[in-house]
């Protein structure tokens, strides 16, 4: 049975977190002398001399009226990178525990790792890219602590099977990180809706993609308020800035935006598709959940090379283990997209000849 208690890092289950101005009073009004700040105002104008509140507190009501999960069991971070990286300081320790990821995934697990001195296992996707629950359970063992899964993943755009999931969920006694980027572009349904059947499970979610908001690096993880509270202990006081918070506020209160670009990015991605299956170079579309597509095509390295040239960047896949010859392209614009299906008519004609 899964047990925080047993997994978490003991220094971190013992420490005493760093106590900000804004715990130890929480008050709203009143003369603030407690935090060394400006009271005069900010340099180049703005509203940014008090320190943002350290929990987001409404950042999180409003979201959790979204989502449905209390704001007791919301962590935000500097992107959902800064979540993964936490979870290998709470729970994974160096040289000595390991996680498990399935190879081809999202970079960041395995480079968070390195940056931990966590041992990586490594269970390939299926050649049509789904788990082996079964192999996965063989490659755990006592010091495994966290199970990373993508879905839809990155970069093969496919939604893993639920049932498969759940096996993880239901057998592994660690963490198991169900990384939800492009859930918003995906027909499945979220993994927040489960939270209160497994106590080991993690979410993430970012608004990095659907929202558009990359830029301002804001990232979600959902799970046991136990676990949250493990986060909230050892992230730093301040991660979330007040410009941040403000503009989460405001995109929170326009979710139909949002939902009508995910409309608009699903018909590109639909035509993107049919357009390059017309392709004689193009020897396979991978089904996408995603705001991108995974093309198997002949000469991927050639056709990169040349697409760049035409200053047109998709991702080279092509060395990643089971992406031979692939190429993952981001759904862009219309316009881009044109450019994007004219440059590639002409390159592989080009090369086919
Ligand atoms: C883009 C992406 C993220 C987002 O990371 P942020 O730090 O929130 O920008 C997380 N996971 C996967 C699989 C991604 O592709």
Redesign the pocket.
Known sequence: MFEIKKILRPHIANLTPYSSARDEYTGTEGIFLDANENPIGSVAGGNFNRYPDPYQQEVKQALSNIKGVAPSQIFLGN????AIDLLYRAFCIPLKDNVIIMPPT?G?YAVSAEINTTEIRKVPLTSDYQLQPEKILEATDSNTKIIFV?SPN?PTGNSLHQADIEFLLKNFDGLVVV?E??IDFSSETSWTNRLADFQNLII?Q????AWGL?GL???MAFASEEIIQVLNKIKPPYNINQLTQEHALKALANVSEKEEMVKELLAERKRVSEKLSALGSVKHIYPSDANFILVKIDEANAVYDALIKDKIIVRNRSSVTLCDSCLRITIGTTAENDTFLDALVKICNKTMA
């Open positions: 992107g959902s990178d800064e999202y960041m993508c990155n990384d980027a492009y993430l970012t608004f990095s993609k990359a690096r804001l990232g």
